[in-house]
T-cell receptor, first 117, second 113 residues
């Protein structure tokens, strides 16, 4: 079984500063994928970034980067130069890769990020 | 390109009524997922399809829930009869085999009173 743990309480960051959102996972699958999604107050789920367990380099997408530490089973999201629009709930999720990266996602409970002006 | 399209966006219905949620995946995508989000249980997978065939429906809560995908561009999630505990946001998502991105629709907010 797969498990995603997001234990940080609500996070606060000053505009233009960087912030790290923590995610740890547990799985017995030899290969897997890790995702981060953003859910603003309007409710939609926005894909941010993906990391494959065998990827040699940490994933980056614009201001988002994923700090992947396989031995520690952590996949922290780093947001650089925070913007007011980054205020949202952030979910870490994992998929098994038995059927490609498109098998079902297991989600964490989410972390609320508030960006202060 | 159009994203995943869900309807209705909001629905309020009375207990015992039938509810049908609809989803149009991104054109060309071969995987379709239905998720439910509640405060208590977070986001949980209900069912997913590959090439219109249900692959895993172990998350469907009970017989009152059913899902179909009659063709590559349309899926429904039906609840009959609905109960107040079914109140949640229901998300449809789709992806393309071999790609590492799963796209979500905007969700259908269901309230059963």
């Amino acid at each position: 079984a797969q498990k995603i743990t997001q234990t940080q309480p609500g996070m606060f960051v000053q505009e233009k500063e960087a912030v790290t959102l923590d995610c740890t996972y547990d799985t017995s699958d030899p290969s897997y994928g890790l995702f981060w999604y953003k859910q603003p107050s309007s409710g939609e789920m926005i894909f941010l970034i993906y990391q494959g367990s065998y990827d040699q380099q940490n994933a980056t997408e614009g201001r988002y980067s994923l700090n992947f530490q396989k031995a520690r089973k952590s996949a922290n999201l780093v947001i650089s130069a925070s913007q007011l629009g980054d205020s949202a709930m952030y979910f870490c999720a994992m998929s098994g890769l038995a059927g490609g990266a498109n098998s079902k996602l297991t989600f964490g409970k989410g972390i609320t990020l508030s960006v202060r002006p | 390109d159009a994203g995943v399209i869900q309807s209705p966006r909001h629905e309020v219905t009375e207990m015992g009524q039938e509810v049908t949620l609809r989803c149009k995946p991104i054109s060309g995508h071969d995987y379709l997922f239905w998720y439910r989000q509640t405060m208590m249980r977070g986001l949980e997978l209900l069912i997913y399809f590959n090439n219109n065939v249900p692959i895993d429906d172990s998350g469907m809560p009970e017989d009152r829930f059913s899902a179909k995908m009659p063709n590559a561009s349309f899926s429904t999630l039906k609840i009959q009869p609905s109960e107040p505990r079914d109140s949640a946001v229901y998300f449809c998502a789709s992806s393309l085999g071999g790609r590492n991105t799963i796209y979500f629709g905007e969700g259908s907010w269901l309230t059963v009173v």
